[in-house]
């Protein structure tokens, strides 16, 4: 098969699943454990991880096709932490990945190192009620937690989405990580966030369309009125950058690595630019379905709530765009043009 056959299946195969997965009845908050055990068996679960470590070794030009249908359908599963965060920062520490989804938790922790103990609080951890592990990363070192042995107390995102409170007190898996990891694990974050925000915003404009198509006002349809089109038409725009930039910054990963130059110029890009449009598409689709929008009953709270939420974790579009700044003066003149372009 040709590489555009192999997008187009993946494409095909991940849409199916996601939107079988939702259903026609009225969507749960909490995890989606029929919808991960699907992904685990596609092997969708841990697609970028190499196969040592139950992944599929596949690239993050099709993370990309994977993370924006998950997006769009407003999946309850943590593939972003699993297979980006979680999955790759214990595989870097050659700590075994326990079976099931796992989550990444951030924060400050008093930790032992010389009896492998830790204690301490950890907030809005993503998923941790329904972890296999909780992973770490503390200074140079990665922390591995068997949920078992922790105190967790729900909480959730505007979206709903888990956002746990972990309480920490008791023995830890420790292994050492060189000191670049952290810089690597806060791009994997922005761009894994950044997928799923432009699926997200595809899906917020696909339900406004359908809506205005179907809502009838003053004997026509709303979507035959100019001002709804050129609405609609301003969030198409907003949609279509958002997923240039998610997508350019997914394949200058797979190219040239998290420390390229190139990379981080993508990747800190794409986390603003898709918040930005984030923002634009939900007050957009909002207005086309008017005050129907807004009801907890109606399917569009689950895409514009993750556009909501998703736009401000993993950094806003204020710290990265201090990072654009600083890699273009740090260039100088003559690399802004390849920046830009991701060409030498």
């Given at each position: 098969?040709?590489?555009?056959?192999?997008?187009?299946?993946?494409?095909?195969?991940?849409?199916?699943?996601?939107?079988?997965?939702?259903?026609?009845?009225?969507?749960?908050?909490?995890?989606?454990?029929?919808?991960?055990?699907?992904?685990?068996?596609?092997?969708?679960?841990?697609?970028?991880?190499?196969?040592?470590?139950?992944?599929?070794?596949?690239?993050?030009?099709?993370?990309?096709?994977?993370?924006?249908?998950?997006?769009?359908?407003?999946?309850?599963?943590?593939?972003v932490e699993t297979d980006l965060l979680a999955g790759w920062l214990l595989h870097t520490a050659g700590i075994a990945l326990p079976a099931g989804p796992l989550t990444l938790a951030t924060g400050d922790l008093d930790i032992d190192r010389t009896v492998n103990r830790?204690?301490?609080?950890?907030?809005?951890?993503?998923?941790?009620?329904?972890?296999?592990?909780?992973?770490?990363?503390?200074?140079?070192?990665?922390?591995?937690?068997?949920?078992?042995?922790?105190?967790?107390?729900?909480?959730?995102?505007?979206?709903?989405?888990p956002r746990d409170t972990v309480t920490v007190d008791g023995a830890i898996i420790a292994s050492s990580v060189d000191e670049q990891v952290g810089a690597e694990l806060r791009l994997r974050a922005a761009l894994g966030r950044s997928l799923l925000l432009a699926g997200a915003a595809r899906g917020a404009l696909?339900?406004?369309?359908?809506?205005?198509?179907?809502?009838?006002?003053?004997?026509?349809?709303?979507?035959?009125?100019?001002?709804?089109?050129?609405?609609?038409?301003?969030?198409?725009?907003?949609?279509?950058?958002?997923?240039?930039?998610?997508?350019?910054?997914?394949?200058?990963?797979?190219?040239?690595?998290?420390?390229?130059?190139?990379?981080?110029?993508?990747?800190?890009?794409?986390?603003?630019?898709?918040?930005?449009?984030a923002g634009v598409v939900a007050r957009i689709a909002h207005q086309v379905h008017g005050a129907i929008g807004f009801t907890r009953e109606h399917d569009l709270r689950l895409t514009t709530t993750r556009l909501w939420a998703w736009r401000d974790e993993d950094g806003t579009e204020a710290e990265w765009n201090e990072l654009i700044g600083g890699l273009v003066l740090e260039g100088g003149a003559d690399q802004l043009w390849p920046l830009i372009t991701g060409s030498p």
């Open positions: 098969m040709s590489t555009s056959e192999i997008d187009t299946a993946l494409s095909d195969l991940a849409e199916s699943v996601f939107r079988d997965a939702r259903g026609d009845g009225e969507p749960g908050t909490g995890f989606d454990a029929a919808l991960w055990s699907t992904l685990d068996e596609a092997g969708l679960a841990r697609l970028t991880l190499p196969a040592d470590a139950g992944g599929s070794e596949a690239t993050f030009a099709d993370a990309a096709v994977v993370l924006g249908a998950a997006g769009a359908h407003a999946a309850r599963v943590p593939l830790a204690s301490g609080v950890l907030h809005r951890v993503p998923w941790a009620r329904a972890a296999a592990g909780i992973v770490m990363l503390a200074g140079d070192h990665v922390l591995l937690f068997d949920p078992a042995d922790v105190a967790i107390t729900d909480g959730t995102n505007v979206a709903e989405e696909a339900a406004a369309v359908h809506y205005a198509g179907e809502r009838v006002q003053f004997g026509r349809a709303i979507g035959k009125f100019q001002a709804v089109q050129q609405d609609l038409a301003r969030a198409a725009a907003e949609v279509a950058a958002a997923s240039a930039a998610a997508e350019s910054a997914a394949r200058a990963a797979t190219q040239h690595g998290f420390a390229a130059p190139e990379s981080r110029f993508a990747i800190a890009a794409a986390k603003s630019r898709t918040g930005e449009a």
